[in-house]
T-cell receptor
């Protein structure tokens, strides 16, 4: 079991650039979550998918953020255009009931 | 919307002292999960509680789920430096099926 795989591990970009974060969930898991973690706000749920369908995106900060899950083994979180306040660690997590949530190692995003 | 509140935000203890973090939900939960995140790492699942009033133990860690299924606690007996990290509770809403994390409690242990 390779676990949840996220890429890149680190991303440094300039304000205004497009950023794409990638996630490969654990095989067989049918739910996928994107979280953002900052010192100020802790772990925030951005969006989650069930069977590749977005169920709740109420945590997505604004229209600059978008997420897709074209198939059961891949998801992306895109920020366009990026802003310095988007700097955070972005975690992807997956699960299939009744197993618990498995997190990836995260992508540390820095927008300058 | 649903909220999961966790206190305290930070706790500094001397090695050997006990530690407790508390979690409260604004709505009834289907279950509550606890995760630990080491500095620089990602949250790792510790345990899940499902039944009202449930108590589970993992060595020095004791987890409780309230009778009303709206609150929970994690108690560590005789802390060790390896207990350092941030402990998160996460509640699964009975209504929405969403898993919402508390703000976390960061534990520092002085040797």
């Amino acid at each position: 079991d390779a676990g949840v795989i996220q890429s890149p591990r680190h991303e440094v970009t300039e304000m205004g650039q497009e950023v794409t974060l990638r996630c490969k969930p654990i095989s067989g898991h049918n739910s996928l979550f994107w979280y953002r973690q900052t010192m100020m706000r802790g772990l925030e749920l951005l969006i989650y998918f069930n069977n590749n369908v977005p169920i709740d995106d109420s945590g997505m900060p604004e229209d600059r953020f978008s997420a897709k899950m074209p198939n059961a083994s891949f998801s992306t979180l895109k920020i366009q255009p990026s802003e310095p306040r988007d700097s955070a660690v972005y975690f992807c997590a997956s699960y299939r009931a009744p197993s618990p949530l498995h997190f990836g190692n995260g992508t540390r995003l820095t927008v300058t | 919307g649903q909220q999961v509140m966790q206190i305290p935000q930070y706790q500094h203890v001397q090695e050997g002292e006990d530690f407790t973090t508390y979690c409260n939900s604004s709505t009834t939960l289907s279950n509550i999960q606890w995760y630990k995140q080491r500095p620089g790492g990602h949250p790792v699942f510790l345990i899940q509680l499902v039944k009202s009033g449930e108590v589970k133990k993992q060595k020095r860690l004791t987890f409780q789920f309230g009778e009303a299924k709206k609150n929970s606690s994690l108690h560590i007996t005789a802390t060790q430096t390896t207990d350092v990290g941030t402990y998160y509770c996460a509640g699964l809403s009975s209504n929405t099926g969403k898993l919402i994390f508390g703000q976390g409690t960061t534990l520092q242990v002085k040797p």
